[in-house]
């Protein structure tokens, strides 16, 4: 079951109107008048944040408080840099309250990304080999949060798609199994589809707590969801006869 976060802001207050243009699509026509008039572009705009995505993980961890002064957080996926940026201002990174421990922010993402002051970004393919290694190295130590934004190209067929999205999530899972501290915090985007049972029945054997969630700024018309799993038990192999872990 995915639970529905609620907000009541980004009330809009004009629609802004956008006529097709000399060599432009309809498609491109409809899209660009959404972005005009989505709340959340706006707002991202006047925030000083990189896309409408950071409110995405900003309302998880309204919900969830996993992004606290101090802890160590990998961002996977991470272009163009809206969930770091909201790391990084969570987790004290820049250090600038004194009086609470500073965190770290590790971006990586198969795109270069533009420097965020307080967060290390590194363009890498996760999915190549040794990469894991790589990541965890530029670590150095283990991480509190691991979160992924990964999607793959779009290939227009829903199906594919899906499953596509879904192997990056169970390879970040992976990762995090690895490089979490227990009680650790795992966030990964997904589609609702159905391939997605068995991510799911991995992650409950791993953590106290897994919920799915479509925050606000998940547009309604998307099948987009995020998977949180929360206090990670430390790697848990299947029993015999597949049961989950008792707490």
Known sequence: MT????????????????????????SSTLWLERQLNDPYVIRAKKD?????????ILELDEKFAFLKPGVRVVDLGCAPGGWCQVAVARVNAL?????????????????AVEPIAGAQ?????????????????????????????????????KGTDHLRIIALCEAAAEFAFDVLEEGGTFVAKVLAGGAETQLQATLKRNFRKVVNVKPPASRADSSEKFVVAQGFRGRQDPDLDGQVPAD
């Open 3 to 26: 639970e529905k976060l609620t907000s009541g802001r980004g009330q809009r207050e004009l629609r802004v109107r956008v006529k097709t243009a000399k060599g432009r699509k309809l």
């Open 48 to 56: 000083g944040f990189r896309g409408r995505a950071a409110f995405k």
């Open 121 to 157: 970004i590194h363009q890498l393919d996760f999915l190549a080999d040794g990469a894991e290694r790589q990541v965890k190295a530029w670590l150095g130590g283990r991480a509190d949060v691991v979160m992924s934004d990964m999607a793959a190209a779009a290939s227009g067929h």
């Open 95 to 111: 250090g600038e309250n004194a009086k609470k421990p500073i965190g770290t922010v590790l971006g990586v993402d198969l795109q």
